[in-house]
C-alpha cells in the first residue's frame, strides 16, 4: 500500500497520508487528496476517515486541516473539493469546522455498491484558509 500511495504522490495523482496518535503512534485514519486537474483550474478531491473509536477527540479536524494547508501551499492547488454523504453529519459538521464551504449536493454522484447516491459539496480555496492565492503550477498548452 505504501508502494502504491508514493508512485501516486511520484506521478502527482494521489497523496494519501497515515493520521497517528502523537503520543503512541497509533493508526487513527487517513487524508487524501486526488488531483482533478493540474491545468488552469488546480483542483483535487480532499476526503478523511478517522476509525470510530478515535470520533469526537478533534484528530479529525487537526489532521484534515492540516492536509488541506498542505494541498494549498505545498501541492499549490486552488480548489478542494470533498463530497460527503448527506447522512454523515459527524463529516458534514468537520467540513464546515474546517473552513469548507457548502456548495450544494450532486446528484447521482457515487455508485454505493447497489445504487447511485447523491453528495453535499464542499469547496475550498486557499483564501478559506487565510492563504494567499497563487497562479497554476501547470497551465494547460492548448
Do not use: C
Not at 508512485?7 to 493508526?27: I, T
Not at 483535487?44 to 477527540?57: E, P
Not at 494541498?71 to 467540513?95: D, G, I, Y
Amino acid at each position: 500500500m505504501r508502494e502504491r500511495h508514493a508512485e501516486l504522490a511520484r506521478r502527482d495523482v494521489g497523496y494519501v497520508w497515515g493520521v497517528f496518535r502523537k503520543s503512541d503512534n497509533a493508526v487513527l485514519g487517513w487524508v487524501d487528496i486526488y488531483v482533478f486537474d493540474r491545468g488552469d483550474a488546480q483542483t483535487a478531491n480532499f476526503g478523511y476517515l478517522l476509525h470510530n473509536q478515535h470520533w469526537g477527540k478533534g484528530y479529525g479536524p487537526e489532521a484534515a486541516r492540516a492536509m488541506a494547508k498542505v494541498a494549498f501551499t505545498k501541492l499549490k492547488l486552488h480548489w478542494l473539493e470533498a463530497a460527503v454523504k448527506p447522512a454523515n453529519r459527524r463529516s458534514l459538521k468537520l467540513a464546515r469546522a474546517i473552513g469548507f464551504r457548502r456548495l450544494g449536493v450532486q446528484k447521482n454522484y457515487e455508485w454505493s455498491g447497489t445504487k447511485w447516491v447523491d453528495k453535499v459539496i464542499f469547496v475550498a480555496t486557499p483564501k478559506d484558509f487565510g492563504l494567499p492565492e497563487s497562479p497554476p503550477k501547470y497551465l494547460r498548452k492548448w
